[in-house]
């Protein structure tokens, strides 16, 4: 997923099945890299850029919540 930002929202992202990488950029400049499998929750803040690319072989599947 290209790196996009929500501005009237927050975000919450469950992995369902596969492996990936989560950059969250937040607005201070800094830059936190995630590591996300199965079975894990992660939250971006509102306003803050970020990614999502699938590292691994399976088929990424995750359930976004705005």
Known sequence: MNPHWHPNASELNYCI???AKMTIY???ARKDTIM???GQ???VPTGCWHDIENIG???L???IVL
């Open 26 to 28: 937040s607005n201070n």
């Open 57 to 59: 072989e399976a088929e």
């Open 36 to 38: 996300i499998n199965p």
């Open 17 to 19: 099945s596969g492996k």
């Open 41 to 43: 929750l992660t939250f």
């Open 61 to 63: 599947k995750i359930v």
